[in-house]
């Protein structure tokens, strides 16, 4: 079956702009999670849904992020008034329930220029 | 909070030869283990996990224990292939306070590994 599929895959914008990044995880998967990849950084926790509800947004760096999931699949990360810090691979990744085996899209890289 | 720390790469080994790669972690309770690999221009898989103390994850030839004692989950591997160069990272699956887990996951830094032919 289909894994996890993000969009788009790259995304370049100006600082100051607002972006939207889409997931779309696997059929089925009632947890989804967003992460965010970058030099600096490494891999780091942004927010937990279960569901429609986020029961965990303590990765979410400032008020510029947030993210919402509609109809228990699809979900979108909005970051707004870009900076150039934000530059990273956005990667969401979904499992069947919470705590099982998380399955990972492709990522998204996004470059704030 | 709970945190991981990683062997510091890249590593860069021949074919046939044996690999470790250390990873040690900090937390609270008594979290499951696991190790993702990151091939090039592929997403994150799960290579194998542990979810109990003593608890050997295997896969591919990989293996970890999860160590309580010395809070350790080091991968091995007695001889690594060529396809085998890839990034490896470590991570945690923290427990909520009342000891039940979302599946957030905390990484280590990742290590680059380079198998030469």
């Known amino acids: 079956g289909a894994g996890v599929s993000q969009s788009p895959s790259n995304k370049v914008t100006e600082k100051g702009k607002d972006v939207e990044l889409r997931c779309d995880p696997i059929?089925?998967?009632?947890?989804l999670y967003w992460y965010r990849q970058s030099l600096g950084q490494g891999l780091e926790f942004l927010i937990y849904?279960?569901?429609?509800?986020?029961?965990?947004k303590s990765g979410l760096p400032s008020d510029r992020f947030s993210a919402e999931r509609t109809g228990g699949s699809v979900s979108t990360l909005t970051i707004q008034r870009t900076q150039q810090e934000d530059s990273a691979v956005y990667l969401c990744?979904?499992?069947?329930?919470?705590?099982?085996?998380?399955?990972f899209g492709p990522g998204t890289r996004l470059t704030v220029l | 909070g709970d945190s991981v720390t990683q062997m510091e790469g890249p590593v860069t080994l021949s074919e046939e030869a044996f690999l470790t790669i250390n990873c040690t972690y900090t937390?609270?309770?008594?979290?499951?283990l696991f190790w993702y690999v990151q091939y090039p221009g592929e997403g994150l898989q799960l290579l194998l996990k542990a979810t109990k103390a003593d608890d050997k994850g295997s896969n591919k030839g990989f293996e970890a224990t999860y160590r309580k004692e010395t809070t350790s989950f080091h991968l091995e591997k007695g001889s690594v292939q060529v396809s085998d160069s890839a990034v490896y990272f470590c991570a945690l699956t923290e427990l909520n306070a009342g000891g039940t887990s979302y599946g957030k996951l905390t990484f280590g830094q990742g290590t680059i590994l380079t198998v030469h032919p």
């Open positions: 990744a979904s499992s069947l329930k919470a705590s099982n085996e998380q399955f």
């Open positions: 849904f279960q569901g429609n509800s986020a029961p965990d």
């Open positions: 059929s089925g998967h009632t947890a």
């Open positions: 937390a609270t309770g008594y979290p499951s």
